[in-house]
């Protein structure tokens, strides 16, 4: 069974920063690429950043590029997503994501999803 | 940026009754590989979003056949064959084609 774990949300002020991590299990974590995707209080469902299968590839939102950056760790099967220079806009819950795979390489959607870990910036 | 535009905003349904999502991006969704990049998830209340459909039309694992996905191109079609009580929530289109990767506003299914 696919498990993703989050971890590394909670309170910080304007312009500090958090670490946050997925602890994935249950697939082989080396073969899909890795997501996170936030969604405010009361709001839709918003991308911030992608991670190739193999680490060599990261996208990011316009919003956190700069500020944010993904990696992986094939040795402990964990995403993370290091955020700096935090905004009030950037309070959300933050999903972890593990893309699905059809065929030969090609992207098949977000097909598991952790439980999300809140991070809210304030003074 | 592709925009991704859902509609309705919100929907109630009658259980058992068909209940149908449309979803209209601003450019084409064709991928090259030849399949559309675009896939449907469901937040149900209090929970995590979970994938129904990918790559247009195909259901995910574990999804019921009364769930289904159409359309190619700018156009997309999320159907319910008959309303369960259980599929109420927040219903995303989202688009992989480019990034940045965007997601629908969203369409609320309710019970009436």
């Known amino acids: 069974e696919v498990q993703l774990v989050e971890s590394g949300g909670g309170l910080v002020q304007p312009g500090g920063s958090l670490r946050l991590s997925c602890a994935a299990s249950g697939f082989t974590f080396t073969n899909h690429a890795m997501n996170w995707v936030r969604q405010a209080p009361g709001k839709g469902l918003e991308w911030v950043s992608t991670?190739?299968?193999?680490?060599?590839?990261?996208y990011y939102a316009d919003s956190v590029k700069g500020r944010f950056t993904i990696s992986r760790d094939t040795s402990k099967d964990t995403l993370f997503l290091e955020m700096n220079n935090l905004r009030a806009e950037d309070t959300a819950k933050y999903y972890c994501a593990k893309s699905g795979v059809f065929g030969v390489l090609i992207e098949a959607g977000f097909d598991s999803w952790g439980q999300g870990t809140l991070v809210a910036v304030s003074s | 940026d592709i925009v991704m535009t859902q509609s309705p905003l919100s929907l109630p349904v009658t259980l058992g009754e068909p209940a149908s999502i449309s979803c209209r991006s601003s450019q084409s969704l064709l991928h090259s590989n030849g399949y559309n990049s675009l896939h449907w998830y469901l937040q149900k209340p209090g929970q995590s979003p979970q994938l129904l459909i990918y790559?247009?039309?195909n259901r995910a694992s574990g999804v019921p056949d009364r769930f289904s996905g159409s359309g190619s191109g700018t156009l997309f079609t999320l159907k319910i064959s008959r309303v369960e009580a259980e599929d109420v929530g927040v219903y995303y289109c989202?688009?992989?084609?480019?990034?940045?990767?965007?997601f629908g506003g969203g369409t609320k299914v309710e019970i009436k």
């Open positions: 790559l247009g039309s």
């Open positions: 989202m688009q992989d084609v480019q990034t940045p990767l965007t």
């Open positions: 991670i190739s299968s193999t680490g060599r590839s990261t």
